[in-house]
Structure formats: C-alpha cells, structure tokens
C-alpha cells in the first residue's frame, strides 16, 4: 500500500489503482474518445452506406441538388483553421504570445466561419431532412459534425480567453494539446464527410 | 518523445496532413475513373 502510493518508478506489486501500468493516462483518456466518436460517427456512416450501395438510392436524391463548390470552400476554411491553431502551440512552444494569441484568434474566426456557412446552407438548401431518406442521413451526418464543430468552438474560446489571461508558457500549455488534438479530428471526420457526402 | 497523435498536437497535426494528401488522391482516381469510364 504505501509503496504503490511513494512514486511510480519505486514501487514494486501491483500498478496504481485507477491508472493502467501500461498506458499514459491522457493517452488512453483521448484514445478511448477517439473511439467513441468514431462509433457514433460509424453508426451514421452505416445508415449512408445502406441507403446509397445498397438500396442503390440516386444521391443526392432527385430533384436535389448539393451545394459542392461553396462547402468546398468552407473545407478549406475549416483546414486553414487547424493550420493556425498548429501555428498558436508552435508558438508557445517557442515563447511567442503574439503568434500564439494571433494563431488562437484566427482559429476561432475561422471556426465560426465554417459554422456559420454550414447553417446557411442549410437556411438555402431548399429540402428538408424529412424529405427523402437521403436528406435525412446528409442532414444527421453534417448536423453531427456541426455539434462537434460547435463543441470545439467552445473548447477554443475558453483556450482563447486563457491565452489573453498569460496562463500558458513554453514549459505549461498541456491545456492547449487537447483542444488542439480535438479540433484536428474535427477536421479529419469533415474530410470524410465531405468526400462521401458532397463530392463522391 | 515517441509518435503520439493521441497526446501531441503537433503529431496529430502530421496525421491531418498526410490524410489530406492520401484522400485527396484517392478522390482523384475515383473522379478520374468515373470520368474515363
């Protein structure tokens, strides 16, 4: 008992309770979200594959059309934002604040950008998702998205407001390299999305 | 430190890159194909 509770390296028995002996602890938190997330993601990437392959459904459905060109802008707004919050920790990685509020600042307009497109899009679209089968999944799988994309947003601000506060330095900024982590998948999973939804 | 997208940003980061770069040819053979074919 009080070896396990000296240090990790010194004690000898059985691994401290509550943390794998054999995985870093953020490690394995992020994996296990990963992995969630793309079960949840999965789980509507199934009910597209069922309608399209298999039920051989047209896509878009007819008489509808998708807007291809303008989300292919927005994906390129959306990817120009997980380059600037990689250039706000780069920043502080070297001590530099402005490039890190500057970075931090960009990614979050750049963010709500993409969110805003996104729902005028859906303002313009002209169907809605209970039109057809295929409306529904277009609507669920970029609705979902959109929340991940809002929940980011959230996460970014409060990393934003915390920039400007001086709570992060080269030696201290773990609080960044998740929310930077997350937003990088956000965009994974929006490349995937848009690939099988708007342009194949 | 060890190749960790799951804990550094700047692995992760790497990872979007070089999906990008994979999907993106991916898409163009299919694009490509569908137009040949």
Same mark, same amino acid.
């Given at each position: %008992?009080?070896?396990a509770?000296v240090?990790h390296? @010194?004690?000898h ?6 943390r *794998? !002996?054999r995985?870093e602890a +953020?490690?394995?938190?992020m994996?296990?979200?990963i992995?969630?997330e793309? %079960?949840?993601?999965?789980?509507f990437?199934?009910?597209?594959f069922?309608?399209?392959v298999v =039920?051989?459904?047209?896509w +878009?459905?007819?008489h509808t ?5 303008t989300?292919g802008?927005?994906t390129?707004? /959306?990817? *120009? =934002?997980s380059l600037?919050i @990689?250039w706000? /920790? =780069? *920043?502080?990685r ?10 931090m600042i =960009?990614?979050?307009v750049?963010g709500s950008a993409f969110?805003g497109i996104?729902v005028?899009?859906?303002i313009?679209?002209?169907?809605? +998702?209970q039109?057809s089968a295929?409306?529904t999944?277009?609507?669920a /799988?970029?609705g979902?998205h959109?929340?991940?994309v809002?929940?980011?947003l959230?996460?970014l ?11 992060? !330095? +080269?030696?201290h @900024?773990q609080?960044m390299e998740v929310p930077?982590i ?7 999973m929006w490349i995937i999305?848009?690939?099988t939804?708007?342009v194949l | 430190?060890a ?12 990872v979007?890159?070089w999906f990008?770069?994979?999907v ?5 053979i299919?694009?490509i194909?569908?137009a040949?074919a």
């Open positions: %008992m009080e070896a509770a240090g390296e @010194h004690h028995g059985p691994p401290v309770a509550h *794998s !002996s995985v +953020p490690t394995l938190g994996l296990l979200f992995i969630s793309v %079960m949840i993601f999965g789980a990437f199934t009910a597209y069922f309608i399209r =039920s051989h459904n047209a +878009p459905a007819p059309s998708v807007p291809e060109a989300t802008v927005n390129a707004i /959306l990817l *120009s =934002s600037t @990689h706000a /920790l =780069s *920043s502080i070297r001590g530099n604040r402005f490039g890190l509020k500057a970075g =960009s990614t979050f750049l969110l996104q005028n899009e859906y313009h679209l002209g169907w809605a +998702p039109d295929q409306a999944v277009f609507y /799988l970029t979902l959109g929340c991940h809002f929940i980011g959230c996460l601000a409060i990393v934003t407001i915390r920039s400007f506060r001086g709570h992060y !330095s +080269p030696e @900024h609080g930077g997350y937003w990088h998948f956000v965009d994974i999305v848009y690939t939804v708007y | 430190m190749f960790n997208p799951l804990r550094n940003e700047s692995d992760a980061f790497r979007l890159a990008v770069a994979v993106a040819v991916i898409v163009a299919v694009l194909v569908r040949v």
